[in-house]
């Protein structure tokens, strides 16, 4: 059973950058051809797809974040992470990492990352 | 970009009836649609995918059907694990998208 976690600092200040990684077990980062995507959700609001990466390390980012997001894998690690640059508090939200073909089926619990000073 | 249109925003349903929720698409994408439930404090289950295939272990009461623009979510008898907040997905045009939510709650 694949389970992906998420982790970094809950608590980023305004201008800087937002780094979260996301650990895969249960399977290897490098087997199949899944896509490994970032997905964030203000509270009580909808979700809002950031940008997701293949393993081959062709990205894909929503261009309403693309000048800020960067995400990157680590097949070592079995990880891939992501990086948001000049956060504001409309960053702030839950941040879900995930797999999948088009479609993720598998998710992490998910991270809350407040952006204050 | 593809802007996906969720109704109701709230849906109030007796356990046993049937519920039915609509996802609109600004254009088409065929059927390139899934369907998730979120309860809360926890992430998004796939329900389905393909606009009409069940994901692995979801039960047979979830269905969906549609093409093209117009999508339909039915959960043929609402049983009390079922409250929850329900979201489509396009994955025909990036940035894929989600539409903004149908809350399902108990009438």
């Known amino acids: 059973q694949v389970q992906l976690q998420e982790s970094g600092p809950g608590l980023v200040k305004p201008s800087q950058t937002l780094s979260l990684t996301c650990t895969v077990s249960?399977?290897?980062?490098?087997?199949?051809?899944?896509?490994w995507s970032w997905i964030r959700q203000p509270a009580g609001k909808g979700l809002e797809w950031i940008g997701r990466?293949?393993?081959?390390?062709?990205?894909k980012y929503n261009p309403s974040l693309k000048s800020r997001v960067t995400i990157s894998v680590d097949t070592s690690k079995n990880q891939f992470s992501l990086r948001l640059s000049s956060v504001t508090a409309a960053d702030t939200a839950v941040y879900y990492c995930a797999r999948g073909l088009l479609w993720p089926d598998y998710w992490g619990q998910g991270t809350l990352v407040t952006v204050s000073s | 970009e593809i802007l996906m249109t969720q109704s109701p925003a709230t849906l109030s349903v007796s356990p046993g009836e049937r519920a039915t929720l609509s996802c609109r698409a600004s254009q088409s994408v065929y059927t390139n649609l899934a369907w998730y439930q979120q309860k809360p404090g926890q992430a998004p289950r796939l329900l389905i995918y393909?606009?009409?295939t069940r994901a692995t272990g979801i039960p047979a009461r979830f269905s969906g059907s549609g093409s093209g623009t117009e999508f339909t979510l039915t959960i043929s008898s609402l049983q009390s694990e079922d409250f929850a907040v329900y979201y489509c997905?396009?994955?025909?045009?990036?940035?894929?998208?989600f539409g903004q939510g149908t809350k399902v709650e108990i009438k």
């Open positions: 393909g606009a009409s």
């Open positions: 249960g399977g290897s980062i490098s087997s199949g051809s899944y896509y």
């Open positions: 990466i293949y393993i081959s390390g062709s990205t």
């Open positions: 997905q396009q994955y025909n045009n990036w940035p894929w998208a």
